[in-house]
């Protein structure tokens, strides 16, 4: 079965991708992750996004959308009426989804299919997942929906392998370049990582950011608004556009979670900000 024809009003019905879209002038799309938002419906997220000045989000599995969707969650099973009501919404306070996740994708291909086609009626850039193992079917459906496959990382714990860049790098390093990183900066600092060292050796497969601010390496901290904490955003930034990057920047922000708003907004004026600098 061919891929499904995104809906109106994604990035897919402005052009096809990030890159050369009017709406990110600086070449990469300035998003909130809805998880920030996680203690509100979507519907509230998208107004949330708009006040905070971000043109697009990065949508997650389990949240409750509301408005006249009511307790119904996103989820690749629901309908198209629903997918197209989210569309109009984010479409109506300015603001386009462009990535999914974190969500499980599986092995299989029809279940796997259903993530893709989900996404593909959305008109998104990419999905995001820590799916490893099913990286066989990623690869196949990544280069037929036309989708990035961002690999994201949490913190290093036990037995928990997807925090170790290599580990990714070593997996993806000769796959189709449709499949990369979901840079989670703020868990790599967590981890005792340099997230700019990280980006200098694996900045040509990050495909999307979960980007983060910290108040020191190396254990758990705060996330902080942009440039207030010990991460070089800008540095980052300049280093993964150096080498390609033209993904999503999705400020994900884990602290505050029901009065975030004024912080969200300052990490979103830095990168807008930053983008102005580009110029």
Request: with cysteine.
């Amino acid at each position: 079965m061919p891929p499904a024809d995104p809906l109106p009003g994604g990035i897919r019905a402005e052009g096809g991708s990030i890159a050369g879209n009017p709406r990110f002038p600086a070449g990469f799309a300035i998003t909130v992750q809805c998880w920030s938002f996680r203690k509100f419906t979507l519907w509230e997220a998208v107004k949330m996004t708009a006040a905070a000045g971000a043109p697009a989000v990065e949508i997650y599995p389990g949240q409750q959308i509301g408005g006249p969707l009511g307790r119904l969650k996103v989820a690749p099973s629901i309908p198209d009426d629903a997918i197209a009501a989210i569309l109009g919404h984010c479409r109506e306070h300015g603001v386009v989804p462009v990535n999914y996740g974190v969500t499980r994708i599986s092995k299989d291909e029809a279940g796997a299919r259903k993530v893709f086609g989900f996404a593909r009626k959305l008109g998104l850039y990419g999905v995001t997942t820590e799916s490893i193992g099913a990286i066989d079917t990623l690869e196949k459906l990544a280069v037929e929906y036309d989708l990035k496959v961002c690999f994201h990382n949490h913190p290093r714990f036990i037995v928990y392998r997807m925090w170790d860049p290599g580990f990714i790098l070593g997996r993806i390093a000769d796959r189709h370049p449709n499949l990369g990183f979901c840079a989670d900066i703020g868990h790599w600092a967590t981890s005792g990582l340099d997230p700019l060292e990280v980006v200098r050796n694996v900045g040509s497969r990050v495909l999307s950011f979960h980007m983060k601010d910290r108040r020191a390496v190396g254990k758990l901290t705060r996330d902080r608004p942009f440039g207030t904490g010990v991460i070089d955003v800008a540095a980052i930034l300049d280093e993964a556009r150096k080498q390609g990057f033209a993904g999503n920047v999705s400020i994900e922000y884990e602290h505050h979670w029901k009065q975030s708003l004024p912080e969200i907004t300052r990490c979103v004026d830095f990168l807008r900000t930053y983008a102005g600098s580009l110029a």
